[in-house]
């Protein structure tokens, strides 16, 4: 399996404001339209002029990390872009993966071997 690294995503109280502070940061487009994600209150994109692309989530509740305070850890996830997501299932699974979530989005959560989560996303 050969993935594509198509965002870093960090949760967050107010997507669009985060969206925008990055902006300020890095220069770019906040919701560009983009056919990988639907824009909405919840979710809101920065695509930067180096290529990268920030994508910010709400989360209800959000508690913001406390560095270095491990009761209060870092908050993101990485999307991967896959041709066959159930290729790539099987793929991960294999390398020590754990399913979180199938439902049907066009795109499944995994936790990595540490717990951190990530998407697979069919591109």
């Not at 949760?11 to 906040?30: M, S």
């Not at 959000?62 to 793929?91: C, N, S, Y």
């Amino acid at each position: 399996m050969r993935a594509e690294l198509q965002c870093v995503v960090l949760d967050c109280p107010e997507p669009k404001g985060l969206a925008e502070f990055y902006r300020r940061l890095l220069g770019g487009e906040v919701d560009r339209p983009d056919r990988r994600w639907s824009l909405d209150a919840d979710w809101s994109t920065l695509h930067t002029p180096s290529g990268l692309v920030l994508a910010f989530q709400r989360v209800p509740d959000h508690r913001a990390p406390r560095w270095p305070d491990p009761a209060h850890p870092q908050q993101f996830h990485l999307d991967f872009g896959v041709p066959d997501l159930d290729a790539a299932e099987t793929e991960v699974l294999a390398a020590g993966a754990t399913l979180l979530d199938a439902a049907s989005h066009g795109w499944r959560v995994y936790a990595d071997p540490a717990g951190h989560p990530f998407c697979l996303v069919r591109h």
